[in-house]
């Protein structure tokens, strides 16, 4: 499939996709709704044209299903934690700021790393530093060795899971305008 076919059946789906959107809001299927939805969608395709992002890498659907497997796993135990601090007597768990360090290398599955780990109850990405790929993450419960080492295991697991899912080295092929940033520089 060529480029130009790619890029056309990246815009159908988006047409699509909006227009399934703009029937969902309205509450009902009919001819009318569709071919509103399909007018406001060439509209906001035209109007507010999103910037083409690159795919570096490659999906692999088996390490996609494992990665989907694993945030959800880990959102169900994230939301049981958080409830039982709720509910629990006591003072509050202590909160804090953790660091870490990600090799995950495309802006892309960054993202989508960084949407996963807002979707856990009980973390927030406050800060990412791209350049030295560093992610300050709020965490809700920081008070104990054990806390601070379980959200280290579950953010390893998860850029395990991105980079088998998403950039597996074999894989690997920057976009020309971050070439330079993975060839030429390490982080700091």
Do not use: C
Request: charged share 20%.
């Amino acid at each position: 499939m060529t480029l130009l076919n790619r890029t056309r059946v990246l815009r159908l789906f988006v047409l699509l996709w909006l227009t399934f959107v703009w029937v969902l809001l309205w509450g009902n299927v009919s001819a009318a709704n569709i071919l509103g939805g399909l007018a406001v969608g060439a509209v906001v395709m035209v109007a507010l044209p999103l910037p083409r992002v690159d795919v570096e890498g490659r999906v692999h659907l088996r390490a996609v299903v494992k990665l989907i497997a694993v945030v959800l796993y880990y959102s169900v135990i994230s939301s049981a934690q958080v409830a039982w601090a709720a509910l629990r007597p006591g003072p509050p768990p202590i909160t804090g700021v953790l660091r870490h360090r990600v090799s995950i290398q495309s802006d892309l599955v960054l993202t989508l790393l960084i949407d996963a780990l807002n979707l856990v109850p009980g973390t927030m990405v406050l800060e990412i530093d791209k350049r030295r790929r560093l992610l300050y993450v709020h965490v809700l419960d920081v008070g104990t060795e054990k806390s601070v080492e379980q959200f280290r295991r579950i953010i390893g697991k998860y850029e395990q899971y991105f980079i088998e899912s998403f950039e597996r080295p074999s894989d690997w092929k920057p976009a020309p305008w971050h070439r330079d940033e993975y060839e030429g520089s390490s982080p700091e």
